[in-house]
């Protein structure tokens, strides 16, 4: 059956059984997969008719569900589930998903949960609740594939067979002294391939790549992304291994970045929560607060049409262009800043490549006002316009580009220095300040050019 039929059929099932409170039929739910249930369990809308399911599922079913939830909405659950049952649940999940659950958690709740889970995973989320929010630290679990670089690859396979289910991850081998100082990795296939007698330190491979505990998540997705990483490994100050983060937690960070800087841009605060779980109110709240410092700075434009009042009573059509220039301008700028907030999330672009950044968007804006000031200096002309309207409106409209092209582009590295995220440079933010800008140049252009008086 196609995904998107499956989920439709589960969460008729969930909701139908919900209703009756009839859970007769959660045998046969059970038999789906656990990640289907967890995205019908997500699309309902009350946590309690969530924490329902969870209740009377099966309990092999129910606890993989429930590593399936994205923490965020397994917070909202939390509080409607009996101690018992969700320390179960946090005992199947992975510790970091168990942590950021923890943390959001009443203390004295929190600490009785704890003590209903096996004491070295209560240890191991303790240790993680100890580093900075947003941190690399965060994420890591110290349940990895281990290794001495003495053992030979047959005694290393032996190894992997005992551990296999208590690990994260096989896919990468990590080689430690007694000490725990990490000495070198290994993949699962560098190992399948190597000779039974072959010792770990003739295969292994000692040029590491790794990070501390206290970096952010997002630098650290991008090392992982960078140098094709399955795990990457944490060290302490000292070269002693604290634990792991495999690639697929990493993706999870990325994609919430993303998803943040694409709200940013349209001027819009980050959701917590899936959108159909949104009331209107909260949607309205998410946006208000930006637009209505749009509406402020707007104002701005407001107060320059009104200084140069006297330029559009002498030549009235002049007004006639005004959308046409703002648009295209903003749209310039909005593209300009867009480039360069996605060049710096993705490593492209740094602060010293500013200069390079500003000469390479100058000449862009060149080419572009160019291009764009000629098809504008047409339309005018078809519009029946004076040969120095015309000409007024192109040059206007090239200046504009390239203003709004260089302003654009500068503005995020800028915030990056500020120490600001430079998605908050939006295109709605951009877009108003070239309107403003814009204005005046356009003004005070026509008042060279087709000689009127100042006001």
Known sequence: MPAEQTHDALLDKLRTSIESSDWSDFETISSSRAADIAEAVTTLEDPRSQAEVLKNLPVEASQEVAAYLDPAVFEEIAPHLPDELLAMFLDAMAMDDAAQIVDELPDARAEALLQLIPEEDAREVRDLLEY??????????????????????????????????????????????????LLGVFSLRELIRAEPHQKV?????????????????????????????????????????????????????????????????????????????????????????????????????????RHYEHVLDQVVALAFFVPLLLGTGGNAGAQ??????????????????????????????????????????????VWKSSMDLALTVALAQFLIILYATTIGSVLPLIATRLNIDPALMSAPFVTTLVDASGLVIYFLLAQRMLGIAGG
């Open 132 to 181: 900075p929010e947003n941190s690399v630290g965060r994420l890591m679990t110290a349940k990895y594939a281990r290794a001495f670089r003495t053992w030979t690859a047959s005694e290393v396979i032996e190894h992997l067979r005992q551990v296999d289910p208590e690990v994260e991850t096989v896919n990468t081998i990590f080689v430690t002294d007694e000490l725990n100082h």
């Open 201 to 305: 330190e003739e295969f292994m491979v000692t040029d590491l790549v790794t990070a501390r505990p206290e970096m952010d998540q997002e630098e650290a997705a991008r090392i992982v992304f960078k140098y094709d990483l399955l795990a990457l490994p944490i060290l302490n100050e000292r070269g002693r291994l604290l634990g792991i983060v495999t690639v697929d937690d990493l993706a999870d960070v990325l994609i919430s970045e993303s998803t943040e800087d694409v709200l940013k841009l349209a001027a819009v605060d980050a959701p917590t929560e899936p959108y159909l779980r949104q009331s209107p109110f909260d949607i309205a709240r998410k946006r208000v607060r930006w637009l209505v410092l749009l509406f402020l700075a707007e104002r701005l434009t407001g107060t320059v049409m």
């Open 336 to 381: 300009a800043a867009t480039t360069i907030t996605r060049a710096l999330a993705l490593g492209e672009v740094r602060l010293r490549h500013i200069f390079r950044v500003f000469w390479r968007e100058g000449a862009t804006g060149l080419i572009t006002g160019l291009f764009i000031g000629t098809i504008g200096f047409i339309n005018a002309v």
